[in-house]
């Protein structure tokens, strides 16, 4: 069993992360986490996206859970490379952070999460972070 996650080191990341573990470990699943830390300001990190891809897979080793930590590809949509990666690995589940967005910003920007939702073959855990109404 697979657990797919798409992961940012944002608030709506750690949380979607923490849920995917529960889930692992609830599931006895292995985890395949889609680590979008280039998609974050370059500013906020001093490694790069396969140290932090690495140091993400040690912090999962040392919770005894199966785990293979994927670095995004810049030049791939997001949506379509969570997607292949839960098809290619036949998913349980993918597991995704949300944030709030303005109409606005879903108009122009699109939605990685809402094509998500519609377009999988499995389940969905869509996670806000706590304190978020």
């Not at 830390?37 to 690495?54: G, L, T």
């Not at 944030?99 to 499995?122: F, H, M, N, W, Y």
């Amino acid at each position: 069993m697979t657990i797919v996650i798409g992961y940012l080191p944002t608030p709506e990341g750690e949380a979607a992360l923490e849920a995917a573990i529960v889930e692992a470990r609830r599931l006895a699943a292995g985890l395949v986490v889609v680590s979008g830390v280039d998609a974050v300001s370059d500013s906020d990190f001093d490694i790069s996206p396969e140290q932090h891809a690495d140091a993400l897979s040690d912090k999962l080793d040392r919770l005894d859970l199966q785990n293979v930590v994927v670095p995004h590809d810049p030049t791939a949509d997001p949506a379509t490379e969570i997607l292949t990666q839960a098809r290619s690995r036949d998913a349980s589940m993918i597991v995704i952070g949300l944030r709030r967005r303005t109409p606005v910003g879903k108009l122009i920007l699109g939605s990685t999460a809402q094509r998500i939702l519609l377009e999988a073959d499995c389940p969905v855990l869509a996670v806000k972070r706590a304190g978020v109404g």
